[in-house]
C-alpha cells in the first residue's frame, strides 16, 4: 500500500520517477522469499539494510523526521530475527539521520506464560546493550486540563447512564488514570449491567488488577459445546477477521460449532459480531487465565486438537496458508504452558518455519515427534515437509551438509509431500550432493525434478541449468547445450535463469568453437532486462574475450570499459577487466594506458591475489621494457613476496629479476634468482631451461654483467 501511493503522489510532488522506485523496492520484498535454500512462506521480516534504504527514502521526499512503531511487538512471529535487527540499529545510528524507534511490548497478564515471555526479556536486553535505548512505562493519562476532563466526563455519562448521577471528583477517582476503566465501564455487557456506585467502583477495581468479574459465572453456567467452543477461542490468539476466515473453512467445521459461538454471544463473553472475540487483549487473557484455573484438562484436551485440525488445514505454502501458521506460532507459549501433548506441539514448532524461526524444528526432540504426528494426522505432511526442506537449508548454510542431505530426504520420502515442496527438496539434495562430489546422484535428482508432473516452471529451469553446468564439466557438451536451450525455453522462468542458461550456452559454444554462437549468446545476456549483476559482468568479460580472440581490440575494451564501471561487479570481476583491458591497450599501442590498468588492480581493494600478481608481473615487465629497472624490481619483488601469487608467475618473475638484475650488474642477486627456479615446482620446462643456461653462463663467468 504504501509503495502504491507513493506511485499515486507521484508528480509535481515528488522528484521524477520515485514513486516507480518506491513501488517497485515493496514489490520486492513480496519476492524475497525467491531463494531455492529459504524457502518458506513469503512472510520475510524486513531486514536491516532494506529498512534502512526504504527509510532514507521516505525522509528525503517527505523533508520530514522519522518515527518507526512497532506495535505490539509481542505478537511478532519471528521475534529473534527482528532483535538482530534492532541490534544493529542501535550500533549503526549514523546511518539513521533523524529517526526514532518506538517498540510497543506489552507485560504478559497470565502468570503462566511469563517463563516463555520472551519479548518482554528481549526489548529488556536491548536497553542493556545500549544507553540509546531507553525502556518507558506508560503513564497514567493526563487529564489535569480542565478541557480534557469536561470532555471525557461528557463521554462518559453519554455512553453509561450510571455515571450520570456521580461527581466529577468521584468517577476521576475511580479512573485514577488507567484507560481500562473505560473498557470495562462501556462495553456492551456492562454497560447495560451497571445500574449504581457500587458497580462503578467494583468494575474499576477489578480493571486496574485486570480482573473481569462477570466472566467467571458466565462461563461456569457454559453446557459442553459453548464451553468447548469457548476454550478454543480462549487457546487460540485473539482472532481478527482474517484469521477467523480462515479457521471457518470446512477443514475445521465442527471444531468451532456456530451454534455455540451465536449462544456465547447472546450471553454476552463474545462481543464482536464480525468475528467471535472476547473483546480487548486483557479480557481475552482473562477467559484464557479461568480457563487454565478451573478447566485445564479440557483447555488442553480441545487445544491439541485444534492445533492438529489446523495443521492438517496447510496444504500448501502461499497466502492461504499465512493465516494458519500464524495461528499456530501465536499459540506457542500458551500450548507450552498448559502442557499440551509434545507430539502435537511439533506442528508449532514446524509452523515457526515459515518465519525462519528454525530453532524449534533444529531441537531433537521435533524428530522423535513429528512421525507420531504423521501417523496420527497424515494430512499434516505438508507442513512438516516445509519445515524440513527450510530446516536442511539452515543446516547446510552452517556447513551440516550430511544433516541437509538427511533432512530433504525425508522430504522425499514423506508420503503426502505436495509437489512443490518435492520439487525443492530434489533441488536443494542435488545441490548439497554435488559440493559433496557426488555428481552423480546431483544429476539424477535434478534429472528426476525435471520429469516430475507439474513440478513448479522455475524449479525445472534451475536444474536444466545446474545438469547443463555438470554436463559441460564432464565435457559432453551437446547434452549441456540441449539442457541449457531447454530452460530458455521454459514459458515462466525467471530472468536469472534465463541469463545463467544464455551465459553458459555462449560458453559452450565458445568451448566448441563458435565463437559467433558464444558472442550472440552473450549479446543476449547483456540485453536480459532482469539479468544478475554476477552474470551481467562475466558475459561482459567472455564477450570481451571472444571479441579480442578476433583481434576486434576496440569492441573488447568496450566491454572491459562496461565491467569497471559497472556498479555492484565483485573485485575479482573488476581486477580480471582491468588486467585484460591493460593487455588490450598494450596491443593497441596505448602503453601508458595499459600500464594505469595494471597499477589500478594493484591498488584494488579486495582483488584476489592471482590477477594482483598478473597485474603486478605485467608492470615489472613494461617498466623493465622502459628501461625503469628500479621499477621492475620493485613489482617483481612485490609479486614474488605475494601469498596465493600462482606459481607459473612466481617463475616468471624470479627469471625476469633475475635477467634485470644481471642488466644491473648484480650477477649474485642474478643467480640466487635463477637457483630458485630449478627449485620451484611445477615450473616449465622451457623457463627452467633458460633459467639453467643463465645459471650456468653466470658461474662461468661471475665477474661478467650481462
Given at each position: 500500500?504504501?509503495?502504491?501511493?507513493?506511485?499515486?503522489?507521484?508528480?509535481?510532488?515528488?522528484?521524477?520517477?520515485?514513486?516507480?522506485v518506491?513501488?517497485?523496492?515493496?514489490?520486492?520484498?513480496?519476492?524475497?522469499?525467491?531463494?531455492l535454500?529459504?524457502?518458506?512462506?513469503?512472510?520475510?521480516?524486513?531486514?536491516?539494510?532494506?529498512?534502512?534504504?526504504?527509510?532514507?527514502?521516505?525522509?528525503?521526499?517527505?523533508?520530514?523526521?522519522?518515527?518507526?512503531?512497532?506495535?505490539?511487538?509481542?505478537?511478532?512471529?519471528?521475534?529473534?530475527?527482528?532483535?538482530?535487527?534492532?541490534?544493529?540499529?542501535?550500533?549503526?545510528?549514523?546511518?539513521?539521520?533523524?529517526?526514532?524507534?518506538?517498540?510497543?511490548?506489552?507485560?504478559?497478564?497470565?502468570?503462566?506464560?511469563?517463563?516463555?515471555?520472551?519479548?518482554?526479556?528481549?526489548?529488556?536486553?536491548?536497553?542493556?546493550?545500549?544507553p540509546?535505548?531507553?525502556?518507558?512505562?506508560?503513564?497514567?493519562?493526563?487529564?489535569?486540563?480542565?478541557?480534557?476532563?469536561?470532555?471525557?466526563?461528557?463521554?462518559?455519562?453519554?455512553?453509561?447512564?450510571?455515571?450520570?448521577?456521580?461527581?466529577?471528583?468521584?468517577?476521576?477517582?475511580?479512573?485514577?488514570?488507567?484507560?481500562?476503566?473505560?473498557?470495562?465501564?462501556?462495553?456492551?455487557?456492562?454497560?447495560?449491567?451497571?445500574?449504581?456506585?457500587?458497580?462503578?467502583?467494583?468494575?474499576?477495581?477489578?480493571?486496574?488488577?485486570?480482573?473481569?468479574?462477570?466472566?467467571a459465572?458466565?462461563?461456569?453456567?457454559?453446557?459442553?459445546?459453548?464451553?468447548?467452543?469457548?476454550?478454543?477461542?480462549?487457546?487460540?490468539?485473539?482472532?481478527?477477521?482474517?484469521?477467523?476466515?480462515?479457521?471457518?473453512?470446512?477443514?475445521?467445521?465442527?471444531?468451532?460449532?456456530?451454534?455455540?459461538?451465536?449462544?456465547?454471544?447472546?450471553?454476552?463473553?463474545?462481543?464482536?459480531?464480525?468475528?467471535?472475540?472476547?473483546?480487548?487483549?486483557?479480557?481475552?487473557?482473562?477467559?484464557?487465565?479461568?480457563?487454565?484455573?478451573?478447566?485445564?484438562?479440557?483447555?488442553?484436551?480441545?487445544?491439541?486438537?485444534?492445533?492438529?485440525?489446523?495443521a492438517?488445514?496447510?496444504?500448501?505454502?502461499?497466502?492461504?496458508?499465512?493465516?494458519?501458521c500464524?495461528?499456530?506460532?501465536?499459540?506457542?507459549?500458551?500450548?507450552?504452558?498448559?502442557?499440551?501433548?509434545?507430539?502435537?506441539?511439533?506442528?508449532?514448532?514446524?509452523a515457526?518455519?515459515?518465519?525462519?524461526?528454525?530453532?524449534?524444528?533444529?531441537?531433537?526432540?521435533?524428530?522423535?515427534?513429528?512421525?507420531?504426528?504423521?501417523?496420527?494426522?497424515?494430512?499434516?505432511?505438508?507442513?512438516?515437509?516445509?519445515?524440513?526442506?527450510?530446516?536442511?537449508?539452515?543446516?547446510?548454510?552452517?556447513?551440516?551438509?550430511?544433516?541437509?542431505?538427511?533432512?530433504?530426504?525425508?522430504?522425499?520420502?514423506?508420503?503426502?509431500?505436495?509437489?512443490a515442496?518435492?520439487?525443492?527438496?530434489?533441488?536443494?539434495?542435488?545441490?548439497?550432493?554435488?559440493?559433496?562430489?557426488?555428481?552423480?546422484?546431483?544429476?539424477?535428482?535434478?534429472?528426476?525434478?525435471i520429469?516430475?508432473?507439474?513440478?513448479?516452471?522455475?524449479?525445472?529451469?534451475?536444474?536444466?541449468?545446474?545438469?547443463?553446468?555438470?554436463?559441460?564439466k564432464?565435457?559432453?557438451l551437446?547434452?549441456?547445450?540441449?539442457?541449457?536451450?531447454?530452460?530458455?525455453?521454459?514459458?515462466?522462468?525467471?530472468?536469472?535463469?534465463?541469463?545463467?542458461?544464455?551465459?553458459?550456452?555462449?560458453?559452450?559454444?565458445?568451448?566448441?568453437?563458435?565463437?559467433?554462437?558464444?558472442?550472440?549468446?552473450?549479446?543476449?545476456?547483456?540485453?536480459?532486462?532482469?539479468?544478475?549483476?554476477?552474470?551481467?559482468?562475466?558475459?561482459?568479460?567472455?564477450?570481451?574475450?571472444?571479441?579480442?580472440?578476433?583481434?576486434?581490440?576496440?569492441?573488447?575494451?568496450a566491454?572491459?570499459?562496461?565491467?569497471?564501471?559497472?556498479?555492484?561487479?565483485?573485485?575479482?570481476?573488476v581486477?580480471?577487466?582491468?588486467?585484460?583491458?591493460?593487455?588490450?591497450?598494450?596491443?593497441?599501442?596505448?602503453?601508458?594506458?595499459?600500464?594505469?590498468?595494471?597499477?589500478a588492480?594493484?591498488?584494488?581493494?579486495?582483488?584476489?591475489?592471482?590477477?594482483?600478481?598478473?597485474?603486478?608481473?605485467?608492470?615489472?615487465?613494461?617498466?623493465?621494457?622502459?628501461?625503469?629497472?628500479?621499477?621492475?624490481?620493485?613489482?617483481?619483488?612485490?609479486?614474488?613476496?605475494?601469498?596465493?601469487?600462482?606459481?607459473?608467475?612466481?617463475?616468471?618473475?624470479?627469471?625476469?629479476?633475475?635477467?634485470?638484475?644481471?642488466?644491473?650488474?648484480d650477477?649474485?642477486?642474478?643467480?640466487?634468482?635463477?637457483?630458485?627456479?630449478?627449485?620451484?615446482?611445477?615450473?616449465?620446462?622451457?623457463?627452467?631451461?633458460?633459467?639453467?643456461?643463465?645459471?650456468?653462463?653466470?658461474?662461468?663467468?661471475?665477474?661478467?654483467?650481462?
Amino acid at each position: 500500500m504504501v509503495g502504491l501511493l507513493f506511485e499515486k503522489l507521484a508528480g509535481p510532488q515528488l522528484p521524477a520517477g520515485i514513486g516507480a522506485v518506491v513501488r517497485s523496492a515493496f514489490d520486492g520484498l513480496a519476492e524475497a522469499q525467491k531463494d531455492l535454500l529459504s524457502g518458506g512462506l513469503q512472510l520475510a521480516p524486513l531486514a536491516y539494510d532494506q529498512a534502512q534504504s526504504l527509510t532514507e527514502l521516505v525522509a528525503r521526499v517527505s523533508d520530514r523526521r522519522v518515527v518507526l512503531i512497532l506495535d505490539a511487538w509481542e505478537k511478532s512471529p519471528s521475534v529473534r530475527h527482528e532483535v538482530g535487527t534492532l541490534e544493529a540499529f542501535l550500533k549503526h545510528l549514523d546511518d539513521w539521520p533523524d529517526v526514532h524507534l518506538l517498540l510497543a511490548v506489552r507485560d504478559p497478564e497470565l502468570e503462566a506464560a511469563k517463563p516463555s515471555d520472551e519479548a518482554l526479556q528481549q526489548a529488556k536486553s536491548l536497553d542493556r546493550l545500549s544507553p540509546a535505548a531507553q525502556i518507558y512505562r506508560m503513564q497514567a493519562m493526563d487529564l489535569d486540563e480542565p478541557a480534557e476532563q469536561t470532555r471525557l466526563l461528557e463521554h462518559l455519562r453519554s455512553a453509561l447512564p450510571a455515571t450520570r448521577e456521580q461527581s466529577a471528583e468521584t468517577l476521576l477517582g475511580w479512573l485514577d488514570g488507567y484507560p481500562g476503566v473505560l473498557n470495562f465501564w462501556t462495553t456492551e455487557a456492562q454497560r447495560l449491567a451497571i445500574t449504581g456506585a457500587d458497580q462503578l467502583r467494583n468494575q474499576a477495581e477489578d480493571a486496574h488488577e485486570l480482573r473481569y468479574s462477570e466472566l467467571a459465572p458466565l462461563l461456569a453456567a457454559l453446557d459442553d459445546a459453548p464451553l468447548a467452543t469457548a476454550a478454543r477461542l480462549a487457546f487460540l490468539p485473539r482472532l481478527d477477521a482474517e484469521l477467523w476466515e480462515a479457521l471457518r473453512e470446512p477443514s475445521l467445521a465442527g471444531a468451532l460449532d456456530q451454534t455455540a459461538i451465536d449462544l456465547l454471544t447472546d450471553r454476552r463473553l463474545l462481543i464482536d459480531e464480525r468475528h467471535p472475540s472476547f473483546g480487548h487483549d486483557t479480557r481475552h487473557a482473562a477467559v484464557r487465565r479461568w480457563f487454565i484455573e478451573s478447566r485445564l484438562p479440557l483447555m488442553r484436551r480441545h487445544a491439541e486438537r485444534l492445533i492438529e485440525s489446523i495443521a492438517c488445514s496447510i496444504t500448501g505454502f502461499d497466502s492461504r496458508s499465512r493465516p494458519y501458521c500464524e495461528a499456530l506460532v501465536g499459540c506457542a507459549a500458551i500450548a507450552e504452558a498448559i502442557g499440551t501433548d509434545r507430539t502435537v506441539r511439533c506442528a508449532i514448532d514446524a509452523a515457526h518455519s515459515g518465519f525462519r524461526v528454525h530453532e524449534p524444528s533444529l531441537d531433537p526432540a521435533f524428530d522423535q515427534s513429528f512421525p507420531k504426528l504423521l501417523a496420527r494426522s497424515p494430512r499434516a505432511a505438508p507442513l512438516i515437509a516445509n519445515a524440513l526442506n527450510n530446516r536442511g537449508a539452515v543446516k547446510h548454510e552452517r556447513g551440516d551438509v550430511a544433516g541437509a542431505l538427511a533432512d530433504y530426504g525425508a522430504v522425499i520420502d514423506l508420503a503426502g509431500t505436495p509437489i512443490a515442496l518435492l520439487a525443492k527438496a530434489l533441488y536443494n539434495r542435488g545441490v548439497a550432493r554435488n559440493e559433496r562430489g557426488d555428481i552423480e546422484a546431483a544429476m539424477a535428482d535434478h534429472g528426476e525434478l525435471i520429469g516430475l508432473v507439474g513440478a513448479p516452471v522455475d524449479l525445472v529451469a534451475r536444474a536444466l541449468v545446474f545438469r547443463g553446468v555438470a554436463h559441460g564439466k564432464r565435457n559432453e557438451l551437446v547434452a549441456a547445450m540441449a539442457d541449457f536451450e531447454a530452460a530458455i525455453g521454459l514459458a515462466g522462468a525467471e530472468a536469472d535463469v534465463v541469463a545463467a542458461a544464455r551465459y553458459h550456452l555462449g560458453f559452450a559454444k565458445d568451448k566448441r568453437g563458435d565463437i559467433g554462437g558464444a558472442i550472440a549468446e552473450f549479446d543476449a545476456v547483456i540485453a536480459l532486462v532482469g539479468a544478475p549483476v554476477d552474470l551481467l559482468a562475466r558475459a561482459l568479460i567472455d564477450r570481451g574475450n571472444a571479441r579480442y580472440s578476433r583481434e576486434d581490440l576496440d569492441g573488447a575494451m568496450a566491454d572491459f570499459d562496461a565491467i569497471v564501471a559497472l556498479a555492484g561487479a565483485s573485485p575479482s570481476q573488476v581486477a580480471l577487466a582491468l588486467n585484460n583491458r591493460a593487455i588490450a591497450k598494450f596491443q593497441h599501442g596505448d602503453d601508458d594506458g595499459g600500464l594505469a590498468d595494471c597499477e589500478a588492480v594493484i591498488l584494488l581493494a579486495e582483488a584476489p591475489p592471482d590477477e594482483v600478481a598478473k597485474a603486478l608481473y605485467n608492470c615489472g615487465w613494461e617498466k623493465g621494457r622502459r628501461r625503469d629497472f628500479a621499477g621492475a624490481m620493485s613489482a617483481f619483488d612485490a609479486l614474488i613476496g605475494l601469498d596465493g601469487a600462482p606459481p607459473s608467475l612466481l617463475v616468471k618473475a624470479h627469471y625476469n629479476r633475475g635477467a634485470t638484475r644481471q642488466t644491473v650488474g648484480d650477477p649474485a642477486g642474478a643467480a640466487a634468482d635463477f637457483a630458485a627456479i630449478l627449485a620451484l615446482p611445477g615450473s616449465a620446462a622451457d623457463v627452467v631451461e633458460l633459467a639453467r643456461q643463465a645459471l650456468a653462463e653466470l658461474q662461468a663467468h661471475p665477474r661478467d654483467a650481462a
